[in-house]
């Protein structure tokens, strides 16, 4: 190759390598100018993007549509939520039935005697009450305080003798007043009445048996209607007497 023709050669090649580096140069401010941020772009510039939200139009009026309502819990749109019902209140109870009240029991009862008593019985007084049946036992004489024996027995036995006394109702109360006397240590005149007497036709003492007055016990059997009901047994002063109360 002639001297001539190498220069020409080295000069193509240099045109060459121009070539090339200003299409590097020109890939590469292209690339700069595509990543550079937007003055328009709020990411760019910090501020915080704020959409707005429109109704929807309508498609043949143009008119905005009314959103959709939530769907409600019970699954219906717009329906409200109905509140609880109020819890009723609990129903009373029902009244008691007479005598369910009464404070006493049916099994036995018994207080002794304060000393130096010695009672004659006076009266002796049947009366209904409220829920229940009272029989008095009116004493008189020595001290104030008699003892008494009371319970359910199958048969009335009078003292003493040991015959049998009849007695209406279906159960028989018997009981039992001690510190009994004769008038003539007591200075009362004893009871001179009917020794069978006749309750109330509804309450629950059908019938009054006076026993045996005998060694310082003054026996009373009480006729009881329907079965073994509660009964207290109190001795009261003022004047002294047992009262006996039988729940109707």
């Not at 829920?131 to 008095?136: E, F, L, S």
């Not at 002063?237 to 109707?248: E, F, H, L, N």
């Amino acid at each position: 190759m002639t001297q001539r023709a190498m220069k020409q050669h080295a000069k193509a090649q240099q045109r060459v390598r121009r070539t090339v580096t200003c299409a590097a140069v020109a890939a590469v401010l292209a690339a700069g100018a595509c990543s550079s941020p937007d003055a328009g772009d709020p990411a760019a510039t910090g501020d915080t993007a704020v959409t707005t939200t429109q109704a929807p139009q309508g498609a043949a009026t143009g008119t905005d549509l009314t959103p959709e309502p939530s769907p409600s819990p019970d699954g219906e749109p717009g329906a409200a939520q109905a509140p609880p019902p109020a819890e009723s209140p609990a129903p009373a109870p029902p009244p008691p039935a007479p005598g369910s009240q009464f404070g006493g029991h049916a099994g036995p009862q018994a207080q002794g005697q304060g000393d130096g008593t010695f009672l004659s019985v006076t009266n002796v007084r049947v009366g209904q009450h409220d829920g229940y049946t009272r029989v008095v036992i009116d004493m008189d004489g020595q001290g104030n305080q008699p003892g008494f024996d009371a319970r359910y027995v199958d048969a009335a036995y009078e003292a003493g003798s040991g015959n049998q006394l009849a007695v209406a109702g279906d159960r028989i109360l018997q009981v039992n007043i001690s510190g009994w006397g004769y008038p003539f240590d007591t200075g009362a005149e004893e009871y001179s009445g009917p020794r069978t007497i006749g309750g109330p036709a509804s309450g629950s003492v059908a019938q009054v048996q006076l026993g045996a007055f005998y060694e310082g016990v003054a026996q009373i059997f009480l006729g009881v209607r329907g079965g073994d009901k509660p009964y207290t047994v109190n001795v009261l002063q003022s004047p002294t007497r047992v009262v006996i109360d039988v729940a109707d």
